[in-house]
């Protein structure tokens, strides 16, 4: 995910949102995501992904988006697990959306990987033990080989999942 240009209206640079506001609670319960080897990259300004009302599970991924607001935002009623990620030179890693009773949760495995001034933040305790527990098996990647991981299979062709055509 990457922007070419400044777009006019900032808010457009904001890739992936899960959940559509606070007040659309019929999300809740329905809503169960992952994120794994994408890269998030030049003029994302957040929402890599934000997210409300459940379970997502983000790992394996590339930051690099220098100059961002935040990388993972934190809304209301969520479980956010974050595993072997390569954080680049991006400011907050995660940030808090949510407030009072309806206080979202993430947590974070020491595979993360924070490089060039990316630091842990220190706003929210890591609910990593008491956090979902994925349904599905997964391998995770060394923390830090995913930047070479994530852009050397970057691009059209370059990885192929058998399934799709032209690939």
Request: hydrophobic residues 30%.
């Amino acid at each position: 995910f990457y922007y070419t240009s400044t777009a006019v209206n900032p808010a457009d640079r904001y890739p992936c949102l899960v959940g559509g506001d606070d007040l659309h609670t019929t999300d809740e319960g329905r809503l169960r995501v992952t994120y794994h080897h994408n890269w998030w990259g030049t003029l994302c300004q957040g929402r890599m992904p934000r997210v409300r009302y459940g379970p997502v599970h983000v790992f394996n991924n590339y930051y690099s988006s220098y100059g961002n607001e935040y990388c993972i935002g934190v809304g209301i009623n969520c479980q956010i697990r974050v595993e072997n990620n390569y954080f680049d030179n991006v400011n907050m890693p995660w940030e808090n959306y949510s407030g009072g009773d309806t206080q979202g949760l993430i947590g974070w495995n020491s595979g993360n990987q924070f490089v060039n001034g990316a630091e842990i933040p220190t706003w929210a305790p890591n609910d990593y033990n008491d956090i979902f527990i994925p349904p599905y098996s997964y391998t995770l990647d060394d923390g830090a080989d995913i930047k070479d991981i994530v852009m050397n299979g970057a691009g059209v062709g370059k990885i192929s999942d058998g399934n799709s055509p032209g690939q």
